[in-house]
């Protein structure tokens, strides 16, 4: 077919339309941002608004909003606002538009910082305040100070607090009678108010009478989102659900607490230190159907968990550890007021200096940095909220460690002593078998275990492989009890387990082949001196083994204090938590020569509780009959298709372990590690093949 002439079609021109925003340079140019963002959301934008002011400061931002629906009226880093829906006649104007419709819901802004997807979006990645921006309506000012006043003047002496309980779903809203133990730990200093959305002031009313809430209830006037902030902007500190309140707090520099429950704040608005004066508490949940958080940001009624229960709220918030709670909120308002306290000059761990130091969180009165050398983290001041002997009066380590009575030791034989249930044992002793089947030059050489406990790898290691046995231990009763067990081992007591005390041991027992460390390098004040110390210790041909909580683990990523170990409980008893790797770089800077860094594999438990627990799933097989998986074979699924996927990061297992020397050693005994964990963790091997075959003497 012949082609027909082109002057017989009317040549029509299509209009240029902007282009979609991705970093370019924004001076002399327009922005049309479009979105119908909540108001939260809307706050956590405007730290990428200032940004591209402050780095654009001849552009022009349009930004698209919902009349009576918006925070940001003052915002000086917004040039225009427009309500929806745009014009296509205005849209066609503007050099550059981005569209932020698009992605809600979606995996990466359901599970990334908010802000830090944004900067992402438009290509800012050098974003570095990510504080919201919220500018009070001066007419809502002199509305609300008014009122707040006469609070303060009704209660003299006292600051005042704002509690708001209501989120936008309800899994996400505070149970009153949490809020109410709240109140009564604060209310002596301090005197509640609550402020929400002047329609939900009767069911406010009627939670206050039914919980015997001793607050203030100021929603009557809150007619419009800016007497909210006007609100906020006039009282002392802020405890919240996960709403809009924490980033109007955070805006306004105000103290803020955000209590958690399904949702994961430290994904959504609180990675590290996102917002400077606002932190979450998280909750610490494991339930029939999921674990927090489970990521959910909008449902319509309770969450399938509260319905198993029969509850309204979430059960998430029912261990919320109150003190801490406290303890957080005061912590925030002492640094606030004290912005240059416990600042970093240099890592207690590598002993790096005049390098960048990134702050955390502050967390039961002291501040967390990481070192952007060893990536450890470390607090300052250099104290824990709870210490050693506090663990150790409790008696608190025999559930963890799962040790048997100490009593009866002697009473068991050669097998029982082994204590093959015990993690540590399990992990420790075969360490130091395969360790012994490769270097020969070890054996009969002096080990010394600090931080026995239980003092099961001690009995191990005299019993089993002849060595010459001392142990350390904090516990006088512990040490007393293993001490009457094992009479052939030389056992001390240390008062205070530092550099000092080690250097002494070296005068009172002299070197050693092989000195264990077991799990105590979040307790220690000064790590890199007792670095030092340990190498000063082992002889010439010796080793060091440092077993301890891997901060890189998944696990602790997520589940937030609900891990197994006693140390991972919030830095409620931790002073550091560092990496395989990470520690390697701090103890070759100390001056050994070798280390070797690994971990634990990941065991299919763990992974279940990592991600909660699974569901029954339900296969449609055809011919209308359905297939029915249980949980059990849910984890066997997941496990045997992830396996290959955990693998590939051996240094992020649960536990870590770096052997340190001073001269080269065969690592080869590593790889044997490995298959035993494998092994193991796959039931593969039983108590009785481990302790007939593999456990020999």
Request: hydrophobic share 35%.
């Given at each position: 077919?012949?082609?027909?002439?082109?002057?017989?079609?009317?040549?029509?021109?299509?209009?240029?339309?902007?282009?979609?925003?991705?970093?370019?340079?924004?001076?002399?140019k327009s922005l049309l941002i479009l979105n119908l963002f909540?108001?939260?959301?809307?706050?956590?934008?405007?730290?990428?608004?200032?940004?591209?002011?402050?780095?654009?400061?001849?552009?022009?931002?349009?930004?698209?909003?919902?009349?009576?629906?918006?925070?940001?009226?003052g915002n000086p880093y917004v040039d225009e606002f427009i309500y929806t829906p745009v014009p296509y006649t205005r849209f066609k104007e503007v050099d550059y538009y981005t569209d932020c419709y698009e992605y809600v819901g979606s995996y990466f802004y359901n599970y990334m910082n908010l802000v830090d997807f944004w900067a992402a979006k438009l290509r800012q990645f050098d974003i570095k305040d990510k504080d919201p921006v919220v500018v009070p309506k001066q007419e809502a000012i002199d509305y609300m100070k008014p009122i707040i006043q006469k609070i303060r003047d009704e209660n003299p002496g006292k600051k005042i607090i704002?509690?708001?309980?209501v989120a936008s779903s309800i899994h996400r809203s505070l149970p009153p009678y949490l809020v109410s133990k709240i109140i009564d730990k604060m209310k002596d200093e301090y005197v509640f108010i609550t402020a929400h959305p002047k329609w939900e002031a009767p069911a406010v009313d009627i939670s206050k009478e039914l919980y015997m809430m001793d607050v203030e209830n100021l929603s009557p006037y809150m007619e419009k989102p800016q007497y909210l902030v006007a609100a906020i902007q006039e009282v002392d500190g802020v405890i919240s659900a996960d709403t809009v309140v924490p980033h109007i707090a955070a805006a306004l520099k105000k103290p803020c607490v955000v209590i958690s429950g399904g949702v994961a704040p430290e994904a959504q608005h609180f990675p590290k230190m996102s917002y400077t004066t606002s932190q979450p508490v998280y909750a610490k949940y494991l339930g029939n159907t999921c674990s927090a958080p489970c990521i959910m940001h909008a449902i319509a009624g309770p969450c399938q968990e509260a319905q198993i229960k029969q509850k309204f709220y979430s059960p998430c918030f029912d261990n919320i550890d109150v003190d801490e709670v406290v303890s957080k909120f005061k912590t925030i308002v002492h640094y606030i007021e004290n912005p240059d306290k416990d600042v970093p000059t240099e890592c207690p761990i590598c002993k790096e200096t005049n390098i960048y130091f990134e702050e955390i969180e502050k967390s039961w009165g002291y501040r967390l940095w990481e070192c952007s050398v060893c990536g450890s983290i470390f607090s300052l001041p250099r104290k824990a909220e709870k210490t050693l002997d506090d663990i150790i009066n409790k008696e608190q380590l025999k559930a963890f460690y799962d040790t048997k009575d100490i009593e009866d030791l002697d009473n068991l034989d050669n097998k029982e002593k082994l204590g093959i249930t015990n993690i540590f044992t399990i992990y420790t002793y075969p360490t130091i078998r395969a360790l012994l089947d490769v270097e020969p030059t070890l054996k009969g050489k002096k080990m010394l275990d600090i931080g026995f406990n239980s003092g099961k790898l001690l009995a191990v290691a005299h019993e089993l492989l002849n060595l010459d046995v001392y142990g350390?231990?904090?516990?006088?009763?512990q040490a007393e009890k293993v001490k009457k067990a094992l009479k052939d081992i030389n056992i001390d007591i240390a008062k205070a387990l530092d550099h000092k005390y080690i250097k002494n041991l070296k005068q009172k027992w002299g070197s050693f082949g092989i000195v264990i460390l077991e799990n105590i390098i979040g307790n220690l004040e000064y790590p890199y001196e007792f670095f030092e110390a340990v190498k000063d210790l082992i002889e010439e041909d010796g080793v060091a083994i440092f077993t301890f909580p891997n901060k890189d683990r998944p696990y602790i990523k997520v589940r937030k204090g609900l891990d197994w170990s006693v140390e991972d409980n919030d830095y409620k008893y931790t002073l550091n938590r560092v990496s395989a790797r990470g520690l390697e770089i701090a103890l070759k800077k100390v001056g050994f020569g070798y280390?070797?860094?690994?971990?634990?594999?990941?065991?299919?438990?763990?992974?279940v509780q990592i991600m909660g627990p699974p569901p029954v799933l339900t296969l449609n097989t055809g011919n209308n009959q359905q297939m029915n998986i249980n949980p059990a074979g849910m984890e066997t699924y997941i496990y045997n298709y992830m396996k290959p996927i955990f693998n590939a990061f051996s240094l992020h297992g649960q536990f870590g372990i770096v052997l340190a020397s001073k001269k080269p050693i065969n690592n080869y005994w590593f790889k044997r590690l490995d298959v035993l964990w494998e092994l193991i963790q796959t039931n593969v091997m039983r108590r009785e093949y481990i302790v007939n075959t593999y456990l020999e003497r």
């Open positions: 077919m012949a082609q027909l002439p082109r002057d017989n079609y009317e040549q029509t021109k299509v209009p240029e339309l902007p282009k979609e925003y991705y970093g370019e340079d924004l001076n002399g909540a108001l939260g959301d809307s706050l956590m934008f405007t730290p990428i608004l200032k940004h591209l002011k402050m780095k654009y400061p001849k552009s022009y931002i349009i930004m698209e909003t919902r009349q009576g629906y918006n925070l940001l009226e704002m509690a708001h309980m350390v231990e904090r516990s006088e009763n280390t070797y860094a690994n971990a634990t594999l990941l065991f299919p438990g763990d992974i």
